[in-house]
């Protein structure tokens, strides 16, 4: 019972992404919904970095867990002029 939701992800504020987990299992996402899905419209979400984590479990109880983290950023023509170093 292993699956991935795949890389760290970077995305802008005019887009949206699609996470799912594998078929015919159950499910709990971070926000606590539980459906095999969740669709990030980024512009209701905000600029940020969030941490996104799915559990799924099996009929026997066997359970794993996955991690993205998600960073929202602006699109690039409204990013602000001046550049910012990250040390």
């Known amino acids: 019972l292993e699956f991935s939701l795949g890389a760290d992800t970077l995305i ?7 996470l799912y987990g594998p078929p015919a299992l159950d499910y709990v996402w971070q ?7 969740l ?3 980024a512009s209701d979400w905000g600029v940020g ?11 026997e109880g066997c359970e794993h867990s996955d ?3 998600l960073l929202i950023h602006l699109p690039v023509n409204e990013c602000p002029k001046t550049a910012v170093a990250v040390t």
Do not use: A, K, M, R
């Not at 970095?49 to 009929?59: A, K």
């Open 12 to 18: 802008c504020l005019d887009e949206s992404l699609l």
């Open 31 to 37: 926000d606590g919904s539980i459906n095999q899905f």
């Open 67 to 69: 991690v993205l983290i």
């Open 49 to 59: 970095t969030y941490p996104l984590y799915l559990v799924v479990s099996n009929d």
């Open 39 to 41: 669709y990030i419209e």
